[in-house]
């Protein structure tokens, strides 16, 4: 079996040169992602076509297939099997095989793609290859307009091969083949979901985070992070950068007109941004705004946030509704952390400012002390992202228990994604399923007199939820480490 992945419309329809730098780009990122489930994976092509293949024995298709869906510049994906080039009773045969089953009591249509010279046209093998399943096959006819199933062959010099399904991608371009940005992100429904769309543009990001909520704002922050970059950024090495910013909005509540907290704080922040866009090669900035949704992200607001700024700030979100972000943070697996993250309103005023003017936002960032901003810039923390869940923000210690007692009920933690893919399974122990988003508002619920084990793959997820918890007052946790 081998996939053959068509780029982007986009990717196509550039010059040769910068077609030639997006398809090398495309290949080494699925280079790179696939030697994450096989490095004997081969990864090939030509300025057109990827195609990867991988040993007959391992039954890579479906985590493949998963992990391209979610590769940034791909169309569409194709499984295919490739036949040499014999005579058109042949290509009629192995078309039987591949869709004898499919076609029962379903219509068809054999398309076919042609590329050298040959003793045949297109037409011919279109007509050979229907007769044949029409004769071998319980197909309930052809429709050429609205066929039920697409029989798909192409042929190129003495190579054939047969399209078994069909996929689509993600489109938007190789990433890395745009400039990079920071991306400002509070772990919320639209910060995520502008990620999303910049990497999926092709454009490389590191995440820029400023808390206001202490270390527990700051690990629901790092767990969408961590989502966003292994299902779809991988290919790239980034930074998470975390920067203190308690201090700096306890002195715009104390030095600023509180009509203007909000506007300033913006600006702050965008301040920041430009002092780290530099040393992490940045070229431009982005936020998850949205015209009017609220007071701080009227046009004139905007305007004035953004003479903060020496560097362009995008805001790919800008004419979206709720109800779209909402949906598209759906699609991409950020939803349930943005409904479980606490909002950490840096500054709340009551009749905040909806017409700001330049001179007076100017004028209230002046009355403040520098330092909060430069002491915050000092103290950031930065981790590659690879690394993110490795080092835990875990308040209290918890053990870990390697063979639980008989009374034990083990929680995984684990996003249900994970979980359908290789179910927990104990003969001698209750397993419930609570995803670590769901943990804070399902376990008051759960009997106090068991004892509960949290558990996720590599331990990480559970350790740090399971010292939260005991920080919260729940004793009765511990972390299942089987493998410690």
Not at 248 to 261: C, L
Not at 353 to 362: G, I, M
Request: proline share 5%; with cysteine; glycine share 6%.
């Amino acid at each position: 079996m081998k996939l053959l992945i068509r780029p982007s419309p986009e990717v196509v329809i550039k010059s040769k040169p910068v077609r030639r730098l997006q398809m090398r780009l495309l290949r080494q990122n699925i280079r790179k992602l696939a030697a994450r489930l096989d490095p004997s994976v081969s990864v090939d092509g030509t300025w057109d076509r990827v195609e990867v293949e991988w040993p007959d024995h391992n039954p890579l298709i479906s985590p493949m297939l998963e992990l391209l869906c979610r590769t940034p510049g791909i169309s569409t994906i194709q499984e295919i099997s490739d036949y040499p080039l014999t005579d058109l009773d042949d290509i009629a045969d192995k078309a039987v095989a591949a869709f004898r089953d499919r076609l029962q009591g379903r219509t068809f249509a054999v398309r076919t793609r042609r590329q050298g010279s040959h003793w045949f046209s297109s037409g011919e093998v279109e007509r050979q290859v229907g007769r044949v399943l029409l004769e071998q096959t319980d197909a309930r006819g052809v429709n050429l307009k609205s066929p039920d199933v697409e029989v798909r062959i192409a042929i190129r010099d003495d190579q054939f091969h047969i399209s078994h399904r069909k996929h689509r991608g993600l489109g938007g371009y190789p990433l890395g083949s745009v400039e990079s940005v920071l991306t400002l992100i509070s772990g919320g429904y639209d910060s995520s979901v502008a990620a999303y769309l910049m990497m999926r543009r092709g454009i490389r990001s590191h995440f820029l985070f400023f808390n206001l909520g202490g270390d527990a704002h700051e690990v629901g922050v790092r767990q969408v992070v961590s989502h966003l970059w292994n299902r779809y950024g991988a290919s790239h090495s980034v930074k998470f950068i975390s920067v203190p910013f308690d201090g700096v909005v306890a002195e715009i509540m104390t030095s600023v007109d509180h009509r203007y907290w909000g506007v300033v704080l913006k600006r702050q922040m965008l301040k920041a941004a430009c002092e780290l866009a530099g040393s992490n090669n940045a070229a431009g900035l982005v936020t998850g705004d949205a015209v009017a949704q609220v007071s701080s992200q009227t046009l004139t607001n905007l305007n004035v946030v953004d003479r903060a700024s020496t560097e362009v700030v995008l805001r790919p979100l800008i004419s979206m509704d709720k109800e779209q972000i909402i949906r598209l943070a759906t699609e991409i697996g950020t939803e349930a952390f943005a409904r479980n993250m606490p909002e950490y309103c840096g500054v709340i005023s009551q009749k905040p400012v909806t017409r700001a003017r330049l001179h007076q936002a100017e004028t209230e960032e002046a009355r403040m002390n520098p330092a909060a901003l430069t002491g915050a810039l000092a103290r950031r923390t930065e981790l590659p992202v690879s690394r993110l869940m490795d080092s835990t923000l875990t308040p209290e210690d918890v053990e870990l228990v390697q063979t639980p007692a008989v009374s034990d009920i083990i929680i995984d933690v684990r996003h249900p994604d994970e979980g359908d893919r290789s179910p927990l399974t104990l003969t001698n122990n209750k397993v419930i399923r609570i995803p670590f988003y769901e943990l804070n508002r399902q376990m008051p619920d759960l009997p106090r007199d068991c004892q509960y084990l949290l558990y996720c793959d590599r331990g990480t997820m559970s350790r740090m939820h399971a010292g939260h918890l005991k920080a919260g007052g729940h004793e009765n946790v511990k972390v299942y480490a089987p493998g410690h």
